[in-house]
């Protein structure tokens, strides 16, 4: 098994929804800033030896959509043999790539991970740009 070491928390600055000086910025760009800060605090870690970028985002689409881990992981500097799985637990989602990333390098399958969570609220609203509940689902458990 694994030992599960964190080297180092990072994160981006904060703006206004909406109206901040990030509202219109990219969140893919903007996290791979983050993992290109990350990895430059850190030189000691190769980023060859980085195997797996973990993202928690709650709506993945749009702007923030298409695995945008493995986006981010190449914004980042990361190099194309680094994976990349974007997860969605809605506001857990960060917290839920961390814990998926620390088990993975506790039962041995990856060493060198990095992970975390990203979203805009500004690019993707609060219930995504083309809500469509299953209408029988709606029916049959209104309180989801």
Excluded: H
């Excluded at 800033?33 to 797996?52: H, I, S």
């Amino acid at each position: 098994m694994g030992k599960i070491v964190v080297v180092d928390a990072v994160r981006s600055a904060v703006g206004r929804a909406k109206k901040g000086s990030l509202a219109n910025r990219r969140p893919d760009e903007l996290a791979g800033e983050v993992v290109r800060g990350l990895m430059a605090r850190n030189p000691q870690v190769d980023p060859t030896t980085v195997e797996d970028l973990v993202l928690g985002c709650a709506f993945p689409e749009g702007e923030q959509g298409m695995n945008v881990a493995r986006m981010v992981g190449r914004l980042g500097g990361l190099p194309e043999e680094s994976s990349g799985m974007t997860i969605n637990r809605f506001c857990s989602s960060g917290l839920q790539a961390i814990a998926l990333a620390a088990g993975s390098v506790k039962a041995g399958f990856d060493d060198v991970v990095v992970a975390g969570g990203m979203e805009s609220m500004t690019m993707v609203p609060m219930t995504g740009n083309k809500p469509s509940a299953s209408p029988e689902v709606m029916e049959k458990y209104p309180e989801t």
